[in-house]
């Protein structure tokens, strides 16, 4: 329990941390936000005309007064106005988090749908062939970047079949299920499989450590058929790991995958970050950073939590 | 020496040294200019060629050698990487060890703000670097480097911590030894094993990280080469010219692949607590 209550102590601490460096950084990008919001028009300002500006946006302020006033406005959900959409930052932050949520579940999903499967096979045929070739494709896999797969996929796909994948688009779940689909699969595909190489080497590696477990081979003695050993009694064990490595890859993925949703074009968080920051859209990019700061927070704390409720011999205390 | 018989005695080891070392001979060649043509010559009549004789990887949209462009690229590649893991290596050692050492508030101040940094997504904590200093090689380098610093002060922290208790250190200062000369003496030197494994497999995070700042256009700037920024022009030819694909494509896997069959064949050989079959 003091380890948990620890760690919750620390989270305002740490968050607080995190929205002071988000802001500094901002601040420590050269030029001023009005020549940046305007382009070449802030040319024909008048020097009155640049401070009623500086003043509407409160920068003409000393930098604690600014951080005080949009601290305080986080509060009541007001991460300031983007520039480039004309909309509230939070509101053009929830606009893109749908798609950007349902890519990290569904890529998890395919990385556990391979992984595990693929882990538990090669643990349990322990250094033989078969194990070897599983260890030599998740380890190709774990070296190949995710849009190197992108684009191979592409590729395959518009000269295999003739087909191009749908990009740009993105139509919610709940508008056209079908439809959402045939966008999101390969983005996820691309995701997961990156992701099924790591699920695999950590599952293959925690499975051998249970099976080589007393209770393992009681269960064997007791004459307990091979699969269900293996399924029932081994897995859950084998799998703490497993739930570790998916939560902390499920919080970077929260915070968008700024590559992959490049190459398919996806309006995702990730790639509206990005835009941000070549927008220079100061106020998007400093809630966006700290909206997906957050999150990842959250999903390590929720991580550490589930480790302890799996694995009830894990004393977090003695952390 | 003996390391290197235990590498080469072990499969992984085996073959990711090799590759390592060839890659070594490559970036080499190609920071030093080395290359069968000049990476940004543009050799017009040749647009598109396929790979020949004469260009053994092919050329690009605008007739340049992909063979001499890739061999750049590799050595831009490991240029960012190794400067960027070598500054978040002693940065993080130094960080690790004095926040050991010293323990009580400088060690809770330096590992919240290590919490800071771990809170942001390693891709988002590089991007925000590289808007506040502007794209290129160096600023990779810096944005590389901060990212994987508190996971370096980590590394190295934990162990200290307990090293700092044992009978030897005891000892040492007992016999007046400097605080230095503990630190790197009986400190520094027990950790060279965990550190050697964790800067391999940081050396292929970085690899690939580099990767996908230059694909985004956020890392090396055109026209010098760079793998990523190949595949990202890559994308309009891939039908037409799949050896734009393929070369760079290949290029990246097989050097993270080096660096992280190293890495495991390392962690293996130096640390057999957390051996993993």
């Known amino acids: ?319 | 020496m003996r390391i290197l018989k235990s590498i080469f005695a072990h499969p992984s080891g085996r073959i990711g040294g090799a590759i390592v070392l060839v890659y070594l001979v490559i970036a080499l060649c190609g920071a030093f200019g080395l290359t069968p043509h000049d990476p940004l010559m543009q050799y017009r009549i040749d647009r598109l060629h396929g790979p020949s004789a004469s260009y053994w990887m092919g050329t690009d949209l605008f007739g340049r050698d992909v063979l001499s462009r890739l061999m750049q690229g590799v050595g831009q590649s490991f240029t960012v990487a190794f400067f960027s893991v070598a500054s978040a290596t002693i940065v993080g050692t130094v960080l690790g060890l004095t926040a050991a050492w010293y323990g009580k508030r400088w060690d809770t101040v330096l590992m919240r703000l290590m919490d800071v940094l771990l809170a942001f997504p390693a891709i988002l904590l590089a991007l925000l670097v590289v808007t506040i200093v502007g794209p290129g090689t160096w600023t990779s380098v810096a944005a590389i480097g901060i990212v994987y610093t508190p996971i370096f002060t980590r590394v190295v922290r934990g162990p200290a911590l307990s090293l700092k208790t044992r009978d030897f250190v005891d000892a040492a200062r007992t016999f007046g030894s400097s605080r230095t000369y503990i630190l790197t003496r009986h400190l520094l030197l027990n950790l060279v094993a965990p550190l050697t494994v964790q800067v391999t497999l940081a050396l292929a995070w970085a690899l690939l990280t580099e990767a996908g700042l230059s694909f985004l256009g956020l890392g090396t700037q055109p026209p010098a080469a760079s793998l990523g920024l190949m595949l990202s022009d890559s994308r309009n030819l891939m039908e037409q010219a799949p050896w734009l694909l393929a070369f760079p494509a290949l290029a990246i896997m097989l050097s993270i692949l080096g660096f992280n069959l190293l890495g495991d064949a390392l962690r293996d050989i130096l640390d057999p607590k957390t051996r993993r079959a």
Not at chain 1, 72 to 84: E, K
Request: net charge neutral; hydrophobic share 55%; glycine share 8%.
């Open chain 1, 1 to 319: 329990m003091n380890y948990l209550i620890r760690r919750l102590a620390a989270f305002p601490l740490v968050l607080i941390g995190v929205s002071v460096v988000v802001f500094v950084a901002i601040r420590l990008v050269p030029g001023d936000s009005i020549t940046a919001m305007l382009g070449t028009e802030a040319g024909l300002l008048t020097p009155q005309q640049r401070q009623s500006l500086a003043t509407y946006f409160g920068i003409d302020q000393p930098w604690i007064v600014q951080y005080w006033r949009w601290f305080t406005g986080l509060f009541s959900g007001d991460l300031g106005i983007s520039v480039t959409y004309g909309k509230p930052v939070l509101t053009v932050i929830l606009e893109r988090f749908p798609l950007t949520l349902e890519l990290a579940l569904l890529s998890m999903l395919i990385a556990l749908a391979i992984g595990v499967p693929a882990g538990v096979y090669a643990a349990t045929r322990n250094e033989r062939p078969a194990d070897l070739g599983v260890r030599i494709v998740a380890m190709i896999g774990q070296s190949t970047p995710s849009f190197v797969v992108g684009l191979i996929l592409i590729y395959l796909l518009s000269v295999g079949f003739g087909v191009l994948p749908t990009m740009g688009a993105f139509t919610p779940l709940w508008q056209d299920p079908l439809q959402n689909l045939s966008q999101m699969i390969l983005p996820a595909f691309t995701l997961g499989c990156a992701f099924a190489a790591s699920v695999t080497r950590v599952s293959r590696s925690a499975m051998l450590d249970v099976l080589s477990d007393d209770y393992v081979r009681t269960a064997r003695a007791k004459g307990v058929p091979e699969r269900k050993v293996i399924w029932r009694h081994a897995l859950p064990n084998a799998l703490v790991p497993v739930v570790t490595l998916s939560g902390i890859e499920f919080g970077y993925l929260l915070g968008g995958a700024v590559i992959v949703e490049q190459i398919f074009a996806l309006p995702g968080l990730g790639r509206m970050v990005l835009e941000a920051i070549l927008q220079r859209d100061y106020a998007l990019v400093q809630g966006a950073v700290l909206f997906i700061a957050f999150n990842f927070m959250i999903v390590n704390l929720l991580v550490d939590l589930a480790y302890a409720v799996l694995d009830p011999r894990i004393r977090l205390e003695g952390r």
